[in-house]
């Protein structure tokens, strides 16, 4: 089984799940990085980012050179953003057709949950088998290495249901 993690994470939380859950499927990774990035600093970062989500905006990202046709498993994993995923992702699911794959997501959110975030998802990927989906509270900062287990173990109960 050929597996690609494909993530994006303003402050490294989504990151460091991503990382975690490739530590057990030693499959590629992608980070989605927008050529434009938003400051990570104080407020700023809730009105730029909130912006994005209300307006749907699509931010130019740097060039990804995966070829998603190759995998079997594709995991997506974004910030909870105004309850939704993040901005980058509009970009990165128009510009890349994903169908009959089988697909799992994540998010990393602030102890709002996920909102709509895997809804959405699901909406724009409907030609694809869901594996899972699974929630982290702000990873870094809360139970760091209950959370490292936590996305372990959700990931190899993924790959057992191959
Ligand atoms: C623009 C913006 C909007 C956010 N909106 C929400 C939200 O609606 N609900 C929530 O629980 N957390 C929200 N958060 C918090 C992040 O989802 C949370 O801190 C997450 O762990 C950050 O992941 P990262 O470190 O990978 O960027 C928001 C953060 C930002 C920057």
Aim: proline residues 4%.
């Amino acid at each position: 089984m050929k597996s690609l993690i494909i993530f994006y994470s303003l402050e490294g939380d989504t990151k460091f799940i991503a990382n975690s859950i490739n530590e057990e499927l030693e499959g590629d990774i992608v980070e989605l990085i927008p050529v434009k990035q938003i400051p990570t600093t104080g407020f700023k970062k809730f009105l730029w980012g909130g912006k994005q989500v209300m307006f749907k905006e699509k931010p130019e990202l740097q060039p990804i050179s995966a070829d998603l046709s190759q995998y079997d498993l594709i995991v997506l994993g974004t910030p909870v953003w105004a309850s939704r995923f993040a901005p980058v992702f509009n970009t990165f699911l128009e510009n890349n057709n994903i169908s009959n794959k089988k697909i799992a997501l994540f998010c990393c959110h602030g102890g709002g949950k996920e909102g709509k975030t895997f809804s959405d998802f699901k909406e724009k990927l409907k030609d694809n088998q869901f594996l899972g989906e699974i929630a982290f509270e702000d990873p870094l900062k809360k139970d760091k290495e209950g959370n490292l287990l936590k996305a372990k173990e959700w990931i190899k109960s993924i790959r057992q249901s191959f």
